[in-house]
């Protein structure tokens, strides 16, 4: 049988998922290494609800006597990250004032499933805070890459929103309810 069917198949105590296994959105998302007084750390912006990367290419146009088509040109890739602005979050005050200081900001793009990552430096071309009344307040991050993207395997995920205080199971995340 070929590629990995089984529904129980398990490698190093984690569930190894099936090939052609379709990704959920909510398996991605974006971590930013932030500057601190005693180096970097790599933060998870809290209450993430979407993000984008795009890799566009402009064309050179090839038109002679001989034949006629399209080549590249400039490569470019833009990232766009979305979240809930949420008390205890690093990641809004850290990207305005990089932002502010024309500072580039490394971000990664991560499959949970894998950890598998990739990271660039990107400049920050947008920020919008929106706060609507009866709506949750909420962010937008647009950036560009500068430079290269690389690719790494995180050895751990950095957690996310905490839970709301009391909420916790007794130490427990318990089990949570989608729908």
Do not use: H, W
């Not at 129980?8 to 990704?23: C, Q």
């Amino acid at each position: 049988m070929a590629g990995n069917s089984s529904p129980n198949n398990y490698v190093g105590g984690v569930k190894r998922m099936a090939d052609g296994e379709i990704y959920k959105g909510e398996e991605f998302l974006y971590l930013v290494e932030t500057v601190t007084e005693t180096g970097t750390e790599l933060i998870r912006p809290f209450d993430q609800t979407g993000g984008c990367t795009s890799i566009s290419a402009d064309e050179i146009e090839l038109d002679t006597k001989d034949r006629s088509g399209s080549d590249y040109g400039k490569v470019t890739q833009t990232i766009s990250l979305e979240g809930n602005i949420t008390e205890g979050d690093p990641f809004p005050d850290y990207i305005k004032k990089a932002m502010r200081n024309k500072e580039f900001v490394k971000i990664y793009e991560v499959n949970t499933r894998t950890k598998e990552a990739e990271y660039g430096m990107y400049m920050l071309t947008t920020f919008d805070r929106e706060y609507t009344n009866g709506d949750l307040s909420t962010y937008t991050l647009d950036g560009t890459l500068y430079g290269n993207v690389c690719t790494t395997t995180l050895t751990e995920i950095p957690d996310g929103a905490p839970p709301l205080e009391g909420m916790d199971c007794d130490g427990d995340t318990g089990g949570g309810v989608e729908g």
